[in-house]
Structure formats: structure tokens, C-alpha cells
């Protein structure tokens, strides 16, 4: 038996009460209404639950909803395809950064990996390239203004090198 979900949901109930008939704080309720939830999601978490069957499990309600159904099936994927962006965005900066290690020029980079890119690949390796291709023209670009701003501020103090002893 699970001493501490039955603890802190009798306290909830006693907090409910004390509430209806004054004196509970609502802060109060809602952080012992979270320690309950988060008991329940590690415990199925230990079971062998994934977060994603936990999502599901928690929209149980609104998705037999047709009208609700669509939106949340929507909102879960969009957040699913944006953690797969991130990862493959990441994996790219690793992959660049290996490359960089090995003395590979971004241009010799760009041109290998676009000759890949024009093989007969999957979608899916090739959205990555896709994105691996972005991510070395980003960094190019800025290296180029990183590169431009360090000249203009050499310039710059060269100029003001010479027109001080000019002045003198």
C-alpha cells in the first residue's frame, strides 16, 4: 500500500473541507494537488508508462471529443516535430563541429554534403541534410560579419593610431 498517495490525499480532502468552511489557503491546495499528480506519474512511469502513453492517458477525456481531438492531436505533434527539429539541429552543430576538428573547410563541408544531398536518399536523410546544409551556411554568415566587424575595428584603430600622431 502506498502510505504516501494515501497521506496526501486525505490531506486534500481535509484541506477541501477546511477550505469550504474556512481557513484552508488555495496556494496551499494546489501544491499538494501537484505533489499528488506527480506522484501518479512517477508511479506509472515505474510501471513501464512512456510520456507519450501518459499523454494520452491524460487527454483521455478531450480526445474522445471529436471536436477537441484534432487540436490536441495537433498540439502533440507540432511539439513532437519540434523536438525533432532540436535534435536533429543539434546533431548537425555535432557533426560540424567534428568536421571543423578534422581541419575541413565549411566550404568542402558544404559541397560534400550537398553532393549527398542530390543522391538518391530518403525524405527523412534528407530533411536532415536539409538542415545540416542551413546550419553551415548560418554559421559562414556569421563568421563572415564576425570577420568583417574584427577588420572595420582594426581599421578603425589603425585610423586612430595615425591620427593621433598626425595631430602631434
Known amino acids: 500500500m502506498d502510505y504516501k498517495k494515501k497521506y496526501l490525499k486525505y490531506k486534500l480532502k481535509y484541506l477541501n473541507f477546511k ?9 496551499e491546495l494546489q501544491q499538494i494537488n501537484n505533489n499528488i499528480i506527480k506522484l501518479r506519474i512517477s508511479s506509472l512511469v515505474t510501471q513501464g508508462y512512456t510520456l507519450d502513453q501518459l499523454w494520452f492517458m491524460a487527454n483521455e477525456k478531450l480526445l474522445r471529443n471529436p471536436e477537441h481531438r484534432l487540436a490536441l492531436l495537433w498540439t502533440r505533434t507540432k511539439e513532437i516535430i519540434e523536438d525533432t527539429k532540436a535534435k536533429i539541429k543539434d546533431n548537425a552543430l555535432r557533426i560540424i563541429e567534428d568536421r571543423r576538428r578534422d581541419n575541413v573547410s565549411l566550404d568542402e563541408m558544404y559541397n560534400e554534403y550537398l553532393r549527398i544531398f542530390q ?29 568583417e566587424e574584427q577588420a572595420a575595428a582594426e581599421k578603425q584603430t589603425k585610423d586612430d593610431f595615425e591620427s593621433f600622431f598626425n595631430d602631434s
Not at 477550505?19 to 496556494?27: E, F, P, Q
Open 19 to 27: 477550505k469550504i468552511y474556512g481557513g484552508a489557503d488555495a496556494m
Open 119 to 147: 543522391s538518391n536518399i530518403t525524405h527523412g536523410n534528407r530533411y536532415a541534410l536539409c538542415i545540416l546544409l542551413q546550419t553551415i551556411i548560418d554559421i559562414a554568415a556569421e563568421e563572415q560579419t564576425a570577420a
